[in-house]
């Protein structure tokens, strides 16, 4: 017997539509409150769109039956117009052979060959931070998080604006994109007024510079060991590389996926231990017992446990990655749901989260939910890079980048805040707003 979904009217959407803009979490909130965890959405002109916080629901389209689901063309299509046909928004077969291709660049021992480039390059940035004065952390962080993309991908040294061009080009292209999404009625608008145009050649010159960069190092003898020789050498399964183009659209995607989730992360994750100082001292305790060591990828998450652990529970609470979405390109079933082809689903990672029936006092900044001994309790539901076969292909750097950036941050500074509550402001990713810290030497 299938399950009659509750449905929001599009009349409640338009009538919601500036607040929806601004920030739509309060309003799904709501109506998962006053739902449950599945309702669907009259998005009018005959489209909709089903909403679940259900954890269940969500793996058994991530994971369970991948197969059967693809990003919709919200995740490819329309962010493909940015960033390329690449791993984050292509689909079936193509994203299949990417991911096989790309993978190995991300294993571990790959990953510790630029280890101490991802070291160095924080160090130099956390180095321009001047003590005890009030600053806003999430410009910062996010200056830090893309230098060190731009660094472990090409060994870059930016001696004119090249890499202040490419972040601003890709926060431009993500403003734009955002409404869109939450616009879609005036697309129509968008297109007329040039603004889709004005955001192409944007695109079009991220291109070219990293088309130029791509041509310099096929022509450079030297070896780096760095992100971009491990793409350059990596073959599909008939002996062929990647060309050009599709460089270009892999790492669009790293620079999008690799600066702007991390930043917000740090940010969020330096926030939270700014107001839970007995916190931030406990990651202290644990940074000081090994600074001074030279460590692997491994060793250093082995080592730096307790501050991994604010980490996730700073991404429990404020996900990067808060919402996904996926279509059935087949008919399904969940349990008594009947999900006809076609079918549109958005999953709240932000939601599911913070749900009561998964964690105990879900509003609650508490790192020890995550003590390795309780990973069974919390797998099903805890989805900071996702979940299944297209789980963040970047997540081991990422980690690693974060735990170097806090583990150099207390050791060196006491980290305050005088704000009392976080605020956010939903985009393409969930970034903080208002995020000022103080540091104090130590």
Request: proline content about 4%; charged content about 25%; overall charge neutral.
């Amino acid at each position: 017997m299938s399950k009659t979904i509750p449905e929001v009217s599009f009349l409640r959407v338009l009538r919601n539509a500036k607040r929806i803009l601004k920030n739509p979490l309060p309003f799904h909130n709501e109506n998962f409150e006053k739902h449950g965890d599945v309702f669907e959405v009259n998005l009018g002109f005959g489209k909709s769109a089903i909403f679940t916080r259900d954890a269940g629901f969500a793996k058994h389209m991530l994971q369970h039956q991948h197969r059967s689901y693809h990003k919709s063309s919200l995740q490819t299509k329309d962010l493909g117009r940015y960033i390329g046909n690449g791993l984050l928004t292509s689909n079936g077969e193509y994203w299949l052979k990417q991911r096989r291709l790309i993978q190995p660049a991300f294993y571990k021992k790959k990953l510790d060959l630029i280890a101490g480039t991802i070291k160095e390059t924080i160090k130099e940035e956390l180095s321009k931070i001047t003590p005890n004065q009030t600053v806003d952390i999430h410009p910062f962080m996010s200056d830090l998080a893309f230098k060190v993309v731009a660094k472990s991908l090409f060994s870059y040294t930016d001696t004119g604006n090249t890499i202040s061009r490419l972040q601003y080009i890709t926060e431009t292209a993500q403003n734009s994109l955002i409404k869109e999404i939450r616009q879609p009625y005036k697309r129509w608008w968008f297109y007329l007024s040039g603004q889709m145009k004005s955001s192409k050649m944007l695109t079009n010159e991220a291109r070219d510079i990293l088309n130029t960069i791509i041509e310099q190092r096929r022509n450079d003898t030297a070896t780096y060991d760095d992100l971009l020789d491990m793409l350059l050498a990596s073959k599909y399964d008939d002996g062929t590389s990647m060309n050009n183009e599709q460089l270009i659209d892999e790492i669009l995607i790293l620079f999008v996926a690799g600066h702007e989730t991390t930043s917000n992360a740090l940010t969020f994750s330096l926030l939270l231990l700014g107001m839970h100082p007995e916190i931030q001292e406990k990651a202290y305790d644990e940074v000081m017992k090994s600074k001074d060591e030279d460590l692997s990828i491994m060793d250093q998450f082995a080592k730096s446990q307790y501050t991994k652990q604010c980490i996730e529970e700073a991404m429990r609470l404020y996900p990067p990655v808060y919402f996904s979405d996926r279509v059935a390109i087949e008919s399904d079933t969940y349990k008594d749901l009947q999900l006809p082809k076609g079918t549109t689903v958005l999953i709240s990672f932000f939601e599911i989260h913070r749900h009561l029936d998964f964690w105990k006092e879900p509003l609650v900044f508490n790192p020890d939910r995550f003590n390795p001994e309780n990973k069974k309790e919390y797998a099903d539901w805890y989805f900071p890079f996702g979940a299944g076969p297209r789980m963040c292909v970047g997540s081991n750097f990422a980690m690693y980048e974060m735990i170097v950036v806090v583990s150099e941050l207390i050791q060196q500074y006491t980290i305050t805040t005088t704000s009392e509550e976080i605020q956010v402001n939903p985009l393409i990713t969930l970034k903080p707003q208002g995020s000022t810290l103080k540091f104090t030497q130590r």
